[in-house]
Structure formats: structure tokens, C-alpha cells
């Protein structure tokens, strides 16, 4: 392959995701080549996806470089906007521009799994990436012209039956399987724990070995095997033109705020805005409005939530109030993170196109990740939930840093709301670095009456499931015809395993973390990483079989309150492991909804934005467990927590009714619980922060430090790194605790050590940790950064 004059600047998508400078091949004219544009790029002997980011000015120099292969795309996938998007995250993070856009982009679209079509006249000529690269001058100058006079299409290979099949649970544990058939369990467990997958990931994990297993347990109706759908679940869902459309009524509280709103909305100015409002004082409706008047302006909106539950309640009443005129079905895109890759693919792929007018997108956090122009709305609902921050994986965000930048691109209004704003996010309003606006009131109800109920002293397994207040409360609720919600923030059936022989624990291998004992699936698992075990099984320290359960767990809730409430009384349960099996989360909410039950059990999936007219009484089981963790924000995050769960009571217009059992009637958080009192709370929280040296009075970071569990010399090695590192924060104004073991010391495989930085200047923490990645070079530690970090553990 010939080498042409021009070079450009290519980020990789794969590792080591580097940026690398290319020559465009002599064979292909320069103008086939645009910024934003995919290309099949040479590494080594390999052939990897990259994407144009510049031109390069100058002479080569004296060294020969490679030349490009093939474009992948005719025209730029990635606008100019989109790539400062990737820019804006990668330096925020000190991290590769190629890792944050590969995290950016569906799987499919930085892997090298595309076929190329040519249309002779003699006949259909297809060739790999491989082929062009070694294909003679002649007969790529051949392809170019093919390729520019739109007679040639790059497309992915075909699925072989492998990819082209998709495997699902069709049935909750326990499974009646027998205990020999290890590996029909094992596939069950791994489809209980990853959702929906096609065959060639099953065979992959397990190998063949699997594939007469798989077809036995499809023929008992305990797994399904389907097609992969070429269209997304969102198309097929889509109603049709005058179906269901409603018309939103606004209270005078609303009204108010809309108009205070319109004018960054309308005025084409832009500009973020805090929406605090009560919980069931109507913020939804406002989100509603204000979408249709976005999409009536011919400008796109983002309406996001934190969970998917919370997502698909949004796009729910997005299909019914939105005018379908105004955001037909191919405008209209689901988008979270546990659907399939080609689902995802075909979603980033409308977009970029940009075809069809406004569009409406209705997900979660990675939602903001899709190349979506002419944004004249953003928002992000329940914006304090520690859900819309990632920071595992390829990628590091915040969705409202990243929410803002994409705003301020596009001049579009950025609205977050809550009942229970994020601390900072509410100093910044009152402090007027954003406007703020309050709903005070409920729509058609008022707060409920909040009581606290002092929790039993005893434990272990004959501890009682609930206070004699609770279950008495629960019992009237059911006898009148109404319905509870019990929130208890613990899955599982019970959260700690202890041998009546030796007196230890079954911890986690991998993580040094107690199992948790999970019933209906007969095993003990770590929630941290994944990793379980059949139980019963021998103590792996004395090898017996005495244990004992202590602790409770939404699944031993569950199970325990028939017996204590009114016969015929109907439970449900709501929580990771009873909605895993795709589908079967709706199926628990509507189910509730149309009241086939009357008490429903769960974690702090059913904590917000869920609405039953008939439920009367909210009960929060275990209400302090999270006020003790190591972590500056536990008394914000147990606060947010319980006001929000409270918030599920009384939204019909029947009073409705709050216990709270908690061990430590005396902490300050449940006072202003009680009042609903978030401003009184936010005075007293802020307070304590400002004499303490935490957010919002400083910026925080943290450089996480981790190494392998058999890594012997990782302790010396973040010894010496960490008196580097309190050396150098003193010359850059910073203060530097630790490194100090992680809360979690061991997880997943790893020691963990967290540095803690306070200061005032982000870029002097980046600073600090490229000093930190240079004095680490290529030894054993691994080192990562997170600014305003939200998970301390």
C-alpha cells in the first residue's frame, strides 16, 4: 500500500488507546477523509478502529509512518461536538482521549467486525479489512472509485447462529433441577446474574459442553432461546398516532414555576436551573411540559432518571402526555445500559445520522453519552442519586458535569430535580450560582405522618422481622383494604453466614467480604463481585455444616410476614434479584398497581418515584444502617433515602403514614425526617461540612491505589508512592491523607488504598496524579482517579 503526503492524527478505540499519527494512503483521495470519520488503522501486525481527530500540519520527518487502510464510514459518525464532549471527560480525568470514546460508543462500533460489499459490474465483490489492506494499488484504486460513486457499503459481518440466538431466564429460583446437574445450574445462575445473552457468550464461559444442558433446560420451559430482534424493544412497544394521548393539567404552583422557567427555555439562552420540589408535588408534569413545548420548537430533550425502573416510569408518561405529532415512533429512543449491543448500536447509529427532525430520548446516565444534536432540553430527575455518577469500567463521569457541558454546547436548558437535592447542588442555588425553583406542596394530598419505632435489641436468627408497632400497623392497613410498602436496603435472605462450630464467617475469596445467604437460589453470594457458592457446603476453615443466618434480608422479609399478618394477606417483593429475569420488574409494579397484593417488600429500587394511590403506610426496616459508614455523605444519603421511601405513602389522597425503626432514636437525621424538613437538614449537614473541610467548602479527590492479592510487594511500593505524593500536595497547596487501606480493603481480586486530596484547584489534584502515575511507572500498582468522589468505600 502506497503512502500519500498527508498525515493525520488517529485515537485508537482498543488498547493501549493512544493517540497515533497515520499517512492517508496514496490510493484514496484526501477529501474521503473527514474528522468525526471511523477508520481501519494498522497496529503492529493487527488491524484496530480508530477515529480521525485531526489533521496533521508539517513533514513527516524521517521515519516512515503507516498509512490508513480503509475508512469504515462514508461520512463523519461523530460530529465536531461530540469529540470536544470526549475531550472535555478525558481531561477532566487525566485520562486517554481513545478510553473515553471507546467508553463513549456501543461495543459494536469500535470493533473491527465489518464487511466490505462492492458492487462490480461483473458481480458483488466482498472483502474483510484484512484484504483491503493487502489488496494490490490497482485494485484498491478500483474499490475507491466504487466506494465514492455510493456503489460500496461497509456492513457488520453476519451473525452466525451463535450470535443470532439470545438466551433468557424464563423462570425465578429456586429451579427444580437436580443437585448432580452442576452445569444446568450454572447456567442458570449466569443467567440470573447477566440477564439476557446470546449463545456464543454461553459457550464462551461454559464451552460446548453446554450446548445439550442449554437444550434441556429450553425444553422445560426454564430458559428461553429467541432470535436476536433486528428492531429495539422501544419501536415495538411505540403506540400509534391518538393513542392514549392526554392533556396535562397544572396546578397554580406549577404554572408559576413553568413561567419562571420558560424564558432560559424559549429565550435560546440556556443555563441550568434547580427544581426542588415535595415528593408527589408534581415535578414530572412540569418535566412533561416543558418537553412538549422543546419538541413543538423543533429542538430535542433528554429526560433521564438514575434507575431503569425510574426511566421506563418516565417514558411511560412521556408516550401518553407527549403529543405524538410532535415525536413519532422513530423519534421516540429508550436508552439505558442493560440493553443488548446491537439495540444500543442502532440507537447511536439514528442519531448520528441525524435524520427526521426533534427527537425525544428517555433513559439513564449513559443516555447523555449519545450523539443527540440540537439538544433544547436536559433532565435529570432524582438528580441527588449517586446512581448518575459511573465510576467503574472504561469510563469515569459524573452525568451532571457531563449534562452541564452538553447544555452550555447546545445552549439548552439543564433542569435537575429532587425532593431531596444533592447538598451541593442546592448550596450552589442558594449561593445564586443557579436559579432555584419550589414546589411546596403535594398534588391532591398532604405529607404523611412520619412516627419513629425504637428497633428490637435482640438478634440472630429469632430476632423479630419487625417492631410489634409495625406489624400491627401493617395489619390494620390490610384489614381496611389499602396497601404498605416495607423498605429494607438489604437483599438477599440474610447477610451473614456464622459456623456454630468454629464461630467464623463464609467470606468472599476474592473480596474478604461475608457471603450473603440467598434462599430461592440456594447459594451464598458476594455482592461485591459476583462470586457464589452452593449451600449448604462445608466450612471452609473447620468443614462443618452447623450454620446459622443473622442478619435479615428483603427475602427473609418476605417470607416471614405471611404468618404475622392477616391470612390471604398478598406480598410481593421488588429488589436486584427478584426483578433480574428480564421483564419481570414490571411485572411486580404492575402487579402491585392492580393490587394483587397488599404489602410490597423491598430495596431502594421501590424508594422513588413510584406511585400507589392506595398505599397508606410506608415502613423503613433497619433506617440506620447507613449512618455509620465511613463516608462523609452517610447522614445525607440515609436522609435522602428515608425521605424519599417516605414519600411513597399517602400520594392518593387518603392520609397516609411513616415508621421508622431505627436503633438510635436520638440522631439528628430523623428530627428533620419527621418534619420533612430538607432545608433545616441542609442548614445543620453544611454546617458540620464547613467546620470539617468537605463539600461543598473544598473540592475532594481521590486516587485510588490498588494492586493483585498476590502481589507481595504492593504495601512498600504505596508506602513509598504515598510520602512522594504528601511531598509533592504541599508544594501544589493540597492537603494528602493516606494512602490508607480502602473501607473495602479487598475486592474483587485486589488490595485497595484510597489517598484522600483536599483542595481548592482541580487541575492541581490532576496534577498531582500524573506526578503519582509517573513515580508509579510500570510496576504492580494501578492507580485511578476520581474527583468528587461519591462512592468512599
Not at 463539600?695 to 498476590?710: E, K, N, T
Not at 481480586?749 to 483542595?759: D, E, F, N
Request: glycine share 10%; net charge positive; hydrophobic share 40%.
Amino acid at each position: 500500500m502506497s503512502v500519500g503526503k498527508t498525515t493525520v492524527r488517529v485515537a485508537l478505540l482498543s488498547p493501549p488507546f493512544s493517540d497515533l499519527t497515520y499517512a492517508l494512503p496514496e490510493d484514496l483521495p484526501e477529501q474521503a477523509f473527514s474528522v468525526g470519520q471511523r477508520l481501519v488503522v494498522p497496529l503492529g501486525k493487527h488491524l484496530r478502529v480508530g477515529v480521525l481527530r485531526s489533521f496533521e500540519a508539517g513533514e513527516q520527518g524521517n521515519f516512515a509512518l503507516k498509512p490508513v487502510v480503509w475508512p469504515l464510514d462514508k461520512r463523519p459518525l461523530l460530529s465536531p461536538a461530540y469529540l470536544e464532549l470526549a475531550g472535555q471527560i478525558a481531561g477532566r480525568h487525566s485520562d486517554e482521549f481513545g478510553r473515553i470514546l471507546a467508553g463513549m460508543l456501543p461495543q459494536g462500533l469500535r470493533l473491527l467486525k465489518t464487511r466490505f460489499r462492492f458492487f462490480r459490474e461483473d458481480g458483488v465483490l466482498e472483502l474483510g479489512a484484512a484484504d483491503l489492506a493487502g489488496a494490490s494499488s490497482d485494485l484498491r484504486k478500483e474499490l475507491a472509485n466504487l466506494w465514492f460513486s455510493g456503489r460500496a457499503e461497509a456492513r457488520r459481518a453476519g451473525l452466525s447462529p451463535l450470535d443470532a440466538e439470545l438466551c433468557v431466564l424464563a423462570s425465578d429460583p429456586p429451579w427444580p433441577v437436580r443437585p448432580a446437574a452442576k452445569i444446568q445450574q450454572a447456567l442458570l445462575e449466569f443467567l440470573l446474574e447477566n440477564g439476557e445473552v446470546s449463545r456464543r457468550r454461553i459457550e464462551k464461559r461454559f464451552g460446548q459442553s453446554a450446548r445439550v444442558p442449554l437444550a434441556v433446560l429450553a425444553r422445560r420451559g426454564l430458559v428461553r432461546v429467541r432470535p436476536a430482534p433486528e428492531e429495539g424493544p422501544e419501536d415495538a412497544a411505540e403506540h400509534s398516532p391518538g393513542q392514549g394521548e392526554k392533556s396535562l393539567i397544572l396546578t397554580g404552583g406549577q404554572e408559576r414555576v413553568l413561567a419562571d422557567l420558560l424564558p432560559a427555555l424559549e429565550g435560546g439562552r440556556g443555563g441550568a436551573a434547580l427544581l426542588f420540589g415535595v415528593t408527589g408535588s408534581g415535578k414530572t408534569a412540569i418535566y412533561l411540559e416543558l418537553a412538549r413545548r422543546t419538541l413543538k420548537s423543533g429542538r430535542s430533550v433528554l429526560l433521564l432518571a438514575p434507575e431503569v425502573a425510574l426511566a421506563m416510569k418516565l417514558r411511560d408518561e412521556a408516550r401518553v402526555f407527549l403529543p405524538f405529532a410532535l415525536a413519532p415512533a422513530h423519534r421516540r429512543h429508550f436508552y439505558h445500559g442493560y440493553q443488548g449491543a446491537a439495540a444500543k448500536e442502532r440507537v447511536f447509529r439514528s442519531l448520528a445520522e441525524g435524520a427526521g427532525g426533534p427527537c425525544i430520548v428517555v433513559g439513564t446516565r449513559s443516555a447523555l453519552l449519545l450523539p443527540l444534536e440540537n439538544i433544547g432540553l436536559i433532565v435529570l430527575d432524582e438528580e441527588h442519586d449517586a446512581s448518575f455518577k459511573q465510576d467503574e469500567g472504561l469510563i469515569n463521569y459524573s452525568a451532571k458535569e457531563v449534562a452541564w457541558f452538553r447544555a452550555h454546547q447546545e445552549k439548552a436548558l439543564l433542569l435537575l430535580g429532587s425532593a431531596t437535592p444533592d447538598l451541593k447542588s442546592f448550596h450552589a442555588a442558594r449561593e445564586g450560582a443557579i436559579p432555584l425553583h419550589v414546589l411546596k406542596e403535594r398534588v391532591g394530598g398532604n405529607l404523611p405522618e412520619v412516627g419513629l419505632v425504637r428497633s428490637g435489641k435482640a438478634s440472630g436468627a429469632e430476632a423479630p422481622l419487625l417492631s410489634p408497632e409495625s406489624l400491627e400497623a401493617l395489619a390494620e392497613v390490610v384489614e381496611r383494604g389499602e396497601q404498605a410498602v416495607i423498605l429494607l436496603n438489604r437483599r438477599g435472605y440474610a447477610p451473614v453466614m456464622y459456623c456454630l462450630d468454629c464461630g467464623g464467617t463464609a467470606r468472599c475469596p476474592h473480596c474478604d467480604i461475608a457471603l450473603a445467604y440467598h434462599k430461592g437460589r440456594e447459594r451464598l453470594v458476594c455482592h461485591y463481585c459476583g462470586w457464589s457458592l452452593v449451600f449448604p457446603s462445608p466450612c471452609p476453615v473447620c468443614g462443618g455444616l452447623n450454620f446459622l443466618p443473622m442478619g435479615e434480608g428483603t427475602e427473609k422479609l418476605e417470607e416471614g410476614l405471611a404468618p404475622l399478618l392477616p391470612p390471604g394477606t398478598g406480598i410481593l417483593r421488588l429488589d436486584r434479584d427478584s426483578a433480574q429475569r428480564p421483564g419481570r420488574m414490571e411485572e411486580i409494579l404492575a402487579a402491585f398497581a392492580r393490587k394483587e397484593a397488599q404489602i410490597l417488600v423491598g430495596t431502594q429500587m421501590l424508594s422513588k418515584g413510584h406511585h400507589f394511590p392506595d398505599v397508606t403506610l410506608a415502613v423503613i426496616a433497619e433506617a440506620d444502617q447507613g449512618l455509620n459508614l465511613p463516608d462523609y455523605r452517610a447522614a445525607e444519603r440515609t436522609f435522602q433515602l428515608i425521605l424519599q421511601a417516605s414519600g411513597r405513602s399517602g400520594r392518593g389522597g387518603k392520609s397516609g403514614r411513616v415508621l421508622i425503626e431505627t436503633r438510635d432514636p436520638g440522631h439528628y437525621c430523623w428530627d428533620f425526617v419527621r418534619r420533612a424538613d430538607y432545608e433545616g437538614f441542609f442548614a445543620r449537614e453544611t454546617a458540620l461540612r464547613k467546620l470539617r473541610r468537605y463539600p461543598p467548602f473544598v473540592r475532594l479527590g481521590l486516587i485510588r491505589i490498588s494492586h493483585a492479592l498476590d502481589y507481595s510487594g504492593g504495601g512498600e511500593e504505596a508506602a513509598a508512592l504515598g510520602q512522594s505524593l504528601r511531598a509533592k500536595a504541599g508544594e501544589l497547596g493540597l492537603t494528602l491523607l493516606g494512602p490508607a487501606p480502602a473501607p473495602l480493603h479487598v475486592l474483587k481480586g485486589r488490595v485497595r488504598r484510597h489517598c484522600l486530596i483536599k483542595g481548592e484547584d482541580w487541575q492541581d489534584m490532576r496534577d498531582l496524579y500524573l506526578f503519582a502515575c509517573r513515580a508509579t511507572g510500570k510496576g504492580g500498582l494501578k492507580l485511578r482517579l476520581d474527583l468528587d468522589p461519591l462512592n468512599m468505600l
